[in-house]
């Protein structure tokens, strides 16, 4: 439909058609962040499914062998499929459905996330090089600072060395 301004004919309601696919890529970050020691160890992975967490607690292991780890997990599929074999120096704590604010990493995620709101990245890459980055700038008492709830501190469940 045209219609006629005072500058000639000008088209209304008319959407160009055109070929368009729309592309979306992905990538992962699993971590795991220390309320006590303020230590912290992340794996930038291309799926989040039941293989990659596996790799993540077989490399998490592997870091600080001698260290027992505690980590706190939410109900996600992957976390709890049969075919997870947990390290010996690894122990999985679930957290109750629907309570992602009781777990200690989801305030660094906030944090991350924050940081990534309102920038453009061209590519995956360039996404990789800002979580590095921000996973750099992590220090111990920053980690702590973040990470601490009261309910680490005011329970017996926990060492604290």
């Not at 939410?74 to 777990?103: C, R, T």
């Not at 090089?129 to 980690?143: A, G, Y």
């Amino acid at each position: 439909m045209f219609t006629r301004n005072g500058k000639g004919l000008t088209a209304r309601g008319i959407k160009p058609i055109c070929n368009f696919q729309q592309v979306f890529k992905y990538t992962y970050l699993f971590g795991a962040y220390s309320p006590f020691t303020g230590s912290h160890f992340e794996l930038e992975l291309p799926f989040c499914n039941s293989s990659t967490f596996q790799l993540y607690l077989k490399e998490f292991a592997l870091c600080s062998p001698d260290e027992f780890k505690i980590i706190v997990l939410d109900n996600g599929a992957f976390h709890k499929a049969k075919k997870i074999q947990i390290p010996q120096n690894i122990a999985l704590v679930f957290l109750p459905p629907y309570s992602p604010e009781l777990n200690p990493a989801e305030k660094i995620w906030w944090t991350i996330k924050r940081a990534f709101t309102g920038k453009l990245f061209e590519t995956l890459d360039d996404i990789s090089v800002f979580i590095d980055s921000e996973i750099n700038m992590l220090t111990t008492d920053n980690v702590i600072s973040i990470c601490s709830y009261e309910y680490i501190y005011s329970c017996n469940y926990w060492t604290i060395k």
